[in-house]
């Protein structure tokens, strides 16, 4: 979160009710942190939606996700990371998680 964009962001949820900290320790978990590793387990459908544009999560670590999850989906949005909280972009990712949602609890529920 070391962007210009991550600053601008953070700048503005400045509140007497949240401070911008994290525990040292935090950091010692993260660094072991992985979901690559794991994701042959998920059996289940999985989206994964990425900004293209994004600077504070590495897009080629969700892309090893889903090349690993057996049933994952990927979707691009051309935004950056805090651009999926203005509306028109969380609407577009909202529309479009429903919409895999949607798609995959009906076929589960024609199997039945």
Request: hydrophobic share 35%.
């Amino acid at each position: 979160m070391a962007s210009l964009e991550a600053q601008k962001t953070i700048e503005n949820m400045i509140s007497e009710h949240w401070r911008n900290e994290v525990a040292p320790r935090v950091f010692l978990e993260m660094m072991k942190y992985k979901p690559s590793e794991k994701a042959s387990q998920i059996k289940m459908p999985l989206l994964v939606c990425i900004g293209e544009y994004d600077r504070e999560t590495v897009g080629e670590l969700a892309k090893e996700i889903v090349e690993a999850a057996p049933n994952a989906q990927l979707q691009t949005y051309p935004v950056g990371h805090f651009d999926f909280y203005c509306p028109e972009i969380r609407e577009q990712v909202s529309s479009d998680q429903v919409d895999f949602l949607s798609r995959h609890l009906l076929e589960t529920k024609n199997d039945t």
